[in-house]
């Protein structure tokens, strides 16, 4: 199946394009945000190929997977004729969260594919037909450690998602236990910090702490947390959006009161033992439920249905 898709979630595209099929990247001049083509900080395999805007049109195209809503117009003009759709929605709703209508509310012809059933749930879908099909996430491989007796927390952008990031909670986690913060644009904060790291050397100093912290208030579940999971960390993390769903008990803290988090903390750090046992079961959790094969085979069942 010839697909096309723009690179526009990074760490979600890297899982989608290892499936069995050929996938094009739209490229724009600038590799601006409508045309970035490959990504240059993943290994995409060669059947994620990389088509100039303007050569779109001379391409056979099965069935495109739209992410943000200008691309059903795009995809109209650079194809110029029309191709099966389905629309990926990766996002939590924002404003008047009970009243917020998804944009394709009022059509029937686009599958809307949720990533987490809590956006399903929480989004006002309308007419929409909609799916779940829950994150997939390569093995980064169990290379728990634990060596720190610190937390690894892991936020893009901390300073201007303040408080959908939950950042503004760090310097209250801080007093009890030191933290590493992993991430684009996080130098300058009273942190460990580390930059930009490919993701391989990332995975294995993440590792390397006792403990994962994920002070996300409002998202629809970090890969970050489930890239923790799976390299065997424990977790401590806010009883938010669908994270609730993701961790068990065995494997961790959830919470709502940021003072049973930070004793969580801790005590993880205190006990290595516990915290070795409860990353295991995070592990096991992980591969078993947001496993890569699981997560293709579902694209595939969708996308055999659509075509």
């Known amino acids: ?87 990926v929605e990766h996002n939590t709703p924002a404003g008047d969260v009970p009243r917020t209508r998804h944009h394709l509310a009022g059509r029937d012809d686009i599958t809307l594919v949720h990533v987490t059933h809590f956006n399903e749930l929480y989004w006002d879908n309308g007419r929409a037909p909609t799916r779940v099909i829950e994150h997939g996430v390569p093995d980064p491989g169990h290379l728990y450690s634990g060596e720190l007796p610190r937390a690894g927390v892991v936020v893009n952008e901390p300073v201007r998602r303040t408080r959908v990031a939950g950042t503004d909670l760090l310097p209250r986690f801080a007093r009890d236990v030191p933290l590493d913060l992993f991430g684009m644009k996080v130098d300058g904060l009273p942190y460990g910090t580390y930059e930009d790291l490919p993701r391989p050397v990332m995975h294995a100093e993440l ?22 999971m799976m390299l065997g960390m424990p977790v401590v993390a806010l009883a938010a959006t669908e994270a609730v769903e993701a961790v068990p008990p065995e494997a961790g803290v959830l919470s709502t009161r940021v003072d049973v988090l930070a004793d969580a903390l801790r005590r993880f750090v205190a006990d290595p033992e516990r915290a070795a046992q409860a990353g295991k079961v995070a592990r096991d959790t992980a591969l078993n439920r947001y496993g890569l094969r699981r997560f293709l085979t579902d694209w595939d069942r969708l996308l055999s249905t659509e075509v």
């Open 207 to 228: 590792a390397k702490r006792r403990v994962y912290l994920h002070p996300y208030r409002w998202t629809s579940l970090g890969l970050a947390l489930i890239e923790a």
């Open 1 to 87: 199946m010839r697909i096309l898709i723009w690179h526009v979630h990074g760490s979600w595209t890297d899982s989608f394009v290892r499936g069995g099929h050929d996938y094009l990247l739209p490229l724009v001049p600038d590799r601006g945000p409508d045309g970035r083509g490959r990504a240059r900080t993943y290994d995409w395999p060669d059947n994620a190929r990389e088509v100039p805007w303007d050569r779109l049109r001379d391409e056979p195209v099965d069935v495109v997977v739209y992410q943000r809503p200008h691309e059903l117009g795009l995809a109209r003009d650079w194809l110029r004729r029309d191709v099966p759709g389905v629309y």
